[in-house]
Protein backbone atom coordinates (compact mmCIF):
# COMPACT_ATOMS: atom_id res chain seq x y z
CA UNK A 1 0.00 0.00 0.00
CA UNK A 2 1.15 3.63 -1.17
CA UNK A 3 1.30 6.28 1.47
CA UNK A 4 -1.10 8.01 -0.98
CA UNK A 5 -3.58 5.06 -0.44
CA UNK A 6 -3.72 5.91 2.85
CA UNK A 7 -6.93 7.02 4.70
CA UNK A 8 -7.33 10.71 5.14
CA UNK A 9 -7.57 12.06 8.69
CA UNK A 10 -7.54 15.83 9.13
CA UNK A 11 -4.61 16.76 10.88
CA UNK A 12 -2.29 13.25 9.78
CA UNK A 13 0.17 13.30 6.97
CA UNK A 14 1.36 9.62 6.29
CA UNK A 15 5.36 9.49 5.21
CA UNK A 16 8.10 7.02 5.63
CA UNK A 17 10.27 7.28 8.51
CA UNK A 18 12.97 9.20 8.33
CA UNK A 19 16.77 9.39 9.25
CA UNK A 20 18.05 9.00 12.95
CA UNK A 21 14.10 9.63 13.73
CA UNK A 22 14.21 6.77 16.58
CA UNK A 23 13.69 9.76 19.14
CA UNK A 24 10.15 11.21 17.95
CA UNK A 25 9.23 7.51 17.72
CA UNK A 26 10.09 5.99 21.87
CA UNK A 27 7.79 8.15 23.48
CA UNK A 28 5.17 6.27 21.97
CA UNK A 29 6.36 3.30 22.87
CA UNK A 30 7.09 4.57 26.59
CA UNK A 31 3.07 6.22 26.68
CA UNK A 32 2.12 2.73 26.10
CA UNK A 33 4.10 0.74 28.42
CA UNK A 34 2.69 3.45 31.05
CA UNK A 35 -0.53 2.87 29.90
CA UNK A 36 -0.16 -1.15 30.19
CA UNK A 37 1.51 -0.65 34.21
CA UNK A 38 4.95 -1.22 33.21
CA UNK A 39 7.86 0.40 35.41
CA UNK A 40 10.27 0.86 32.76
CA UNK A 41 11.37 2.70 29.82
CA UNK A 42 13.13 2.13 26.65
CA UNK A 43 16.08 4.55 25.39
CA UNK A 44 16.50 5.75 22.25
CA UNK A 45 19.63 3.95 21.78
CA UNK A 46 17.99 0.58 22.93
CA UNK A 47 15.17 1.28 20.49
CA UNK A 48 17.52 2.18 17.38
CA UNK A 49 19.76 -0.86 18.06
CA UNK A 50 16.84 -3.43 17.98
CA UNK A 51 16.32 -2.54 14.57
CA UNK A 52 19.23 -1.92 13.34
CA UNK A 53 20.33 -5.39 14.59
CA UNK A 54 17.67 -7.15 12.21
CA UNK A 55 18.37 -8.97 9.27
CA UNK A 56 17.75 -7.00 5.88
CA UNK A 57 16.03 -4.49 7.48
CA UNK A 58 15.86 -0.72 6.25
CA UNK A 59 13.79 2.03 7.84
CA UNK A 60 13.09 4.28 4.99
CA UNK A 61 10.74 1.18 3.44
CA UNK A 62 9.66 -0.55 6.21
CA UNK A 63 8.67 2.16 8.91
CA UNK A 64 5.54 3.95 8.39
CA UNK A 65 4.84 7.23 10.12
CA UNK A 66 1.71 9.27 11.01
CA UNK A 67 2.57 12.75 11.85
CA UNK A 68 0.73 15.99 12.32
CA UNK A 69 2.10 19.93 12.99
CA UNK A 70 2.96 18.70 16.34
CA UNK A 71 5.52 15.67 15.69
CA UNK A 72 5.15 11.91 15.26
CA UNK A 73 1.96 10.61 16.96
CA UNK A 74 2.20 6.61 15.39
CA UNK A 75 4.10 4.56 13.69
CA UNK A 76 4.41 1.02 12.42
CA UNK A 77 7.55 -1.31 11.52
CA UNK A 78 7.05 -4.33 8.93
CA UNK A 79 9.75 -6.91 10.28
CA UNK A 80 9.87 -10.86 8.76
CA UNK A 81 11.26 -14.10 10.06
CA UNK A 82 11.27 -17.60 9.93
CA UNK A 83 10.52 -19.67 12.87
CA UNK A 84 12.61 -23.47 13.53
CA UNK A 85 8.64 -24.48 12.95
CA UNK A 86 8.63 -23.42 9.52
CA UNK A 87 6.56 -21.02 9.88
CA UNK A 88 7.15 -17.44 8.82
CA UNK A 89 6.44 -14.51 10.87
CA UNK A 90 5.30 -11.42 9.39
CA UNK A 91 5.74 -9.21 12.53
CA UNK A 92 5.01 -5.58 13.23
CA UNK A 93 5.31 -3.27 15.85
CA UNK A 94 3.57 -0.42 16.24
CA UNK A 95 2.17 2.44 18.92
CA UNK A 96 -0.14 5.21 18.40
CA UNK A 97 -0.54 8.18 20.70
CA UNK A 98 -2.49 8.03 23.64
CA UNK A 99 -4.66 11.70 22.24
CA UNK A 100 -4.46 10.40 18.85
CA UNK A 101 -5.96 6.84 19.60
CA UNK A 102 -9.68 6.43 18.16
CA UNK A 103 -9.35 8.46 15.30
CA UNK A 104 -8.45 5.84 12.74
CA UNK A 105 -4.52 6.23 12.86
CA UNK A 106 -4.17 2.81 14.24
CA UNK A 107 -6.16 1.62 11.20
CA UNK A 108 -4.12 3.07 9.05
CA UNK A 109 -1.25 1.91 10.24
CA UNK A 110 -2.72 -1.67 10.57
CA UNK A 111 -3.68 -1.60 6.67
CA UNK A 112 -0.61 -0.31 5.87
CA UNK A 113 1.67 -3.13 7.37
CA UNK A 114 -0.42 -5.77 6.78
CA UNK A 115 0.23 -4.70 2.81
CA UNK A 116 3.78 -4.05 3.29
CA UNK A 117 4.47 -7.36 4.62
CA UNK A 118 2.42 -9.39 2.39
CA UNK A 119 4.71 -7.75 -0.39
CA UNK A 120 7.74 -8.78 1.72
CA UNK A 121 7.28 -12.52 2.37
CA UNK A 122 5.61 -13.17 -1.74
CA UNK A 123 6.36 -16.50 -2.77
CA UNK A 124 7.92 -17.49 0.65
CA UNK A 125 6.81 -20.62 1.75
CA UNK A 126 5.40 -22.33 4.82
CA UNK A 127 2.47 -20.51 6.67
CA UNK A 128 2.34 -16.94 7.43
CA UNK A 129 1.12 -15.57 10.46
CA UNK A 130 0.76 -12.15 11.15
CA UNK A 131 2.18 -11.38 15.09
CA UNK A 132 2.33 -8.47 16.97
CA UNK A 133 2.88 -7.24 20.87
CA UNK A 134 0.26 -4.98 22.65
CA UNK A 135 1.83 -3.13 26.17
CA UNK A 136 -1.87 -2.01 27.32
CA UNK A 137 -5.00 -3.50 27.61
CA UNK A 138 -6.36 -1.04 25.00
CA UNK A 139 -3.90 -2.13 22.36
CA UNK A 140 -4.43 -5.58 22.72
CA UNK A 141 -8.67 -4.43 22.52
CA UNK A 142 -8.11 -2.89 19.22
CA UNK A 143 -5.84 -6.12 17.76
CA UNK A 144 -8.70 -8.41 18.60
CA UNK A 145 -11.08 -6.28 17.12
CA UNK A 146 -9.08 -6.74 13.78
CA UNK A 147 -9.23 -10.58 14.19
CA UNK A 148 -5.82 -11.06 16.07
CA UNK A 149 -5.92 -13.61 19.09
CA UNK A 150 -4.22 -13.59 21.96
CA UNK A 151 -1.39 -16.56 22.05
CA UNK A 152 1.45 -15.71 24.14
CA UNK A 153 1.62 -13.64 27.60
CA UNK A 154 5.00 -12.36 28.30
CA UNK A 155 5.34 -11.23 32.48
CA UNK A 156 7.51 -9.01 33.85
CA UNK A 157 8.39 -10.15 37.43
CA UNK A 158 10.33 -8.55 40.01
CA UNK A 159 12.31 -9.61 43.06
CA UNK A 160 11.20 -6.67 45.27
CA UNK A 161 14.66 -6.64 47.78
CA UNK A 162 17.57 -8.97 47.20
CA UNK A 163 17.87 -9.95 50.79
CA UNK A 164 17.92 -13.53 51.96
CA UNK A 165 19.59 -14.78 48.91
CA UNK A 166 19.30 -18.63 49.65
CA UNK A 167 22.37 -20.71 48.46
CA UNK A 168 22.06 -23.96 46.24
CA UNK A 169 24.52 -26.32 45.60
CA UNK A 170 25.27 -26.86 41.92
CA UNK A 171 24.35 -30.72 41.05
CA UNK A 172 28.07 -32.62 40.87
CA UNK A 173 30.23 -32.46 38.70
CA UNK A 174 28.88 -29.14 37.56
CA UNK A 175 30.85 -26.36 38.19
CA UNK A 176 30.80 -22.22 38.05
CA UNK A 177 34.17 -20.31 36.86
CA UNK A 178 34.69 -17.01 35.65
CA UNK A 179 34.68 -16.29 31.90
CA UNK A 180 36.31 -13.89 29.59
CA UNK A 181 36.36 -12.57 26.31
CA UNK A 182 37.85 -15.97 25.32
CA UNK A 183 34.57 -17.99 26.03
CA UNK A 184 32.18 -16.09 24.29
CA UNK A 185 31.38 -17.82 21.16
CA UNK A 186 31.00 -20.70 23.53
CA UNK A 187 28.65 -19.19 25.61
CA UNK A 188 26.74 -17.67 22.54
CA UNK A 189 26.33 -20.88 20.69
CA UNK A 190 25.53 -23.05 23.99
CA UNK A 191 22.77 -20.56 24.50
CA UNK A 192 21.50 -20.47 20.95
CA UNK A 193 21.32 -24.27 21.06
CA UNK A 194 19.63 -24.07 24.67
CA UNK A 195 16.83 -21.45 23.52
CA UNK A 196 15.76 -24.35 20.39
CA UNK A 197 12.83 -25.79 21.82
CA UNK A 198 11.48 -22.45 23.23
CA UNK A 199 8.00 -20.80 21.95
CA UNK A 200 9.05 -18.81 19.04
CA UNK A 201 12.28 -20.13 18.38
CA UNK A 202 13.65 -19.00 15.08
CA UNK A 203 16.23 -19.26 12.52
CA UNK A 204 19.54 -17.68 13.50
CA UNK A 205 19.65 -14.63 11.87
CA UNK A 206 23.35 -13.48 10.31
CA UNK A 207 23.42 -9.95 13.11
CA UNK A 208 22.87 -12.28 16.37
CA UNK A 209 26.57 -12.96 16.95
CA UNK A 210 27.43 -9.21 16.42
CA UNK A 211 24.89 -8.26 18.42
CA UNK A 212 25.74 -10.76 21.33
CA UNK A 213 29.54 -9.24 20.75
CA UNK A 214 28.76 -5.76 21.13
CA UNK A 215 25.51 -5.53 23.85
CA UNK A 216 26.13 -2.10 25.83
CA UNK A 217 24.63 -3.96 28.85
CA UNK A 218 27.40 -6.95 28.75
CA UNK A 219 29.22 -7.64 31.99
CA UNK A 220 30.18 -10.88 32.12
CA UNK A 221 32.50 -10.56 35.77
CA UNK A 222 28.99 -11.30 36.55
CA UNK A 223 27.65 -13.82 33.93
CA UNK A 224 27.14 -17.01 35.48
CA UNK A 225 28.11 -20.46 33.58
CA UNK A 226 28.16 -23.89 34.55
CA UNK A 227 30.00 -26.23 32.93
CA UNK A 228 30.26 -29.95 32.94
CA UNK A 229 33.65 -30.71 31.69
CA UNK A 230 34.59 -28.27 28.62
CA UNK A 231 30.45 -28.18 27.59
CA UNK A 232 28.40 -25.61 28.58
CA UNK A 233 25.47 -26.71 30.59
CA UNK A 234 23.73 -23.56 32.16
CA UNK A 235 24.08 -19.83 32.03
CA UNK A 236 22.28 -16.78 33.36
CA UNK A 237 23.55 -13.27 32.18
CA UNK A 238 22.74 -10.57 34.37
CA UNK A 239 23.09 -7.18 33.96
CA UNK A 240 22.26 -3.51 34.93
CA UNK A 241 21.07 -0.32 33.17
CA UNK A 242 22.38 2.44 34.62
CA UNK A 243 20.57 5.19 32.87
CA UNK A 244 17.10 3.22 33.81
CA UNK A 245 18.03 3.24 37.02
CA UNK A 246 18.68 6.76 36.94
CA UNK A 247 15.87 7.91 35.16
CA UNK A 248 13.24 5.69 37.73
CA UNK A 249 15.18 6.72 41.01
CA UNK A 250 15.79 3.04 41.64
CA UNK A 251 18.17 0.55 42.28
CA UNK A 252 17.30 -2.83 39.55
CA UNK A 253 19.76 -5.12 38.31
CA UNK A 254 18.16 -7.84 35.83
CA UNK A 255 17.92 -11.69 36.19
CA UNK A 256 18.16 -12.45 32.09
CA UNK A 257 18.88 -14.78 29.53
CA UNK A 258 18.80 -17.51 31.79
CA UNK A 259 18.67 -21.00 29.78
CA UNK A 260 19.95 -24.88 30.69
CA UNK A 261 20.94 -27.66 28.30
CA UNK A 262 17.96 -29.99 27.23
CA UNK A 263 19.87 -32.78 29.35
CA UNK A 264 20.10 -30.80 32.57
CA UNK A 265 17.04 -29.49 32.81
CA UNK A 266 15.01 -30.10 36.57
CA UNK A 267 18.64 -31.13 38.01
CA UNK A 268 18.87 -27.58 39.56
CA UNK A 269 21.34 -26.00 37.38
CA UNK A 270 18.97 -22.61 36.79
CA UNK A 271 18.26 -22.72 40.53
CA UNK A 272 22.01 -22.47 41.54
CA UNK A 273 23.19 -20.01 38.41
CA UNK A 274 20.06 -17.69 39.57
CA UNK A 275 20.61 -16.92 43.29
CA UNK A 276 24.67 -16.94 42.61
CA UNK A 277 23.67 -13.76 39.85
CA UNK A 278 21.59 -12.40 42.57
CA UNK A 279 24.48 -12.22 44.51
CA UNK A 280 26.55 -10.46 42.20
CA UNK A 281 23.97 -7.83 41.44
CA UNK A 282 23.33 -6.99 45.03
CA UNK A 283 27.31 -6.72 45.56
CA UNK A 284 26.89 -3.87 42.57
CA UNK A 285 24.60 -1.96 44.73
CA UNK A 286 20.92 -3.59 43.50
CA UNK A 287 18.44 -3.51 45.63
CA UNK A 288 16.04 -5.56 43.16
CA UNK A 289 15.87 -7.63 40.37
CA UNK A 290 13.48 -8.05 37.46
CA UNK A 291 12.90 -10.50 34.57
CA UNK A 292 10.88 -11.41 31.78
CA UNK A 293 9.31 -14.79 31.21
CA UNK A 294 6.53 -16.38 29.23
CA UNK A 295 3.90 -17.26 31.48
CA UNK A 296 2.96 -20.78 29.10
CA UNK A 297 6.92 -21.81 28.94
CA UNK A 298 6.47 -25.23 29.36
CA UNK A 299 9.74 -26.13 31.30
CA UNK A 300 7.77 -24.78 34.70
CA UNK A 301 10.58 -21.52 34.24
CA UNK A 302 7.57 -18.69 35.73
CA UNK A 303 7.10 -21.33 38.59
CA UNK A 304 10.70 -21.33 39.01
CA UNK A 305 11.17 -17.97 39.35
CA UNK A 306 8.10 -17.72 41.93
CA UNK A 307 9.99 -20.03 44.16
CA UNK A 308 13.10 -17.81 43.72
CA UNK A 309 10.99 -14.32 45.00
CA UNK A 310 9.99 -12.99 41.75
CA UNK A 311 6.62 -11.19 41.53
CA UNK A 312 4.48 -10.08 38.67
CA UNK A 313 4.32 -6.81 38.12
CA UNK A 314 2.74 -6.29 34.53
CA UNK A 315 2.26 -8.26 30.96
CA UNK A 316 2.83 -8.29 27.65
CA UNK A 317 0.40 -9.94 25.56
CA UNK A 318 1.57 -11.54 21.99
CA UNK A 319 -1.16 -11.58 19.57
CA UNK A 320 -1.45 -13.74 16.11
CA UNK A 321 -3.35 -14.09 12.87
CA UNK A 322 -3.10 -16.33 10.18
CA UNK A 323 -2.62 -14.87 7.08
CA UNK A 324 -5.00 -16.42 4.12
Not at 11 to 17: D, E, H, L, S, T
Not at 64 to 87: K, P, Q
Not at 210 to 228: G, I, L, N
Not at 305 to 323: C, I, M, P, Q, W
Amino acid sequence: MDCNDLPEIDGVAWRMFRDDEYGALVPLLNADSDEGGHDSHQSVDDFRRGFEDLDDFNPGTHILVAASDAGVVGYVAAVTWAELSGDQILFHAGRVDPAWKRRGVGAGLLGWVQGRLGEMTVGVEGTRRLRTTALSASTTEFMVKNGYVVTQHEANLVRPHLDDIPAIPLPEGVTVRPVDESDLRAIYEAEVEHFKDHWGASEEASTWWESFKTDPYRDMSMWQVAFDGAEIVGIVRPFIKEAENNRMGRKRGYTEEISTRQDWRGKGVASALIVRALAAQRDRGMEESGLSVHEENPHGAYRLYERHGFEFRSRLDTLDRDVA
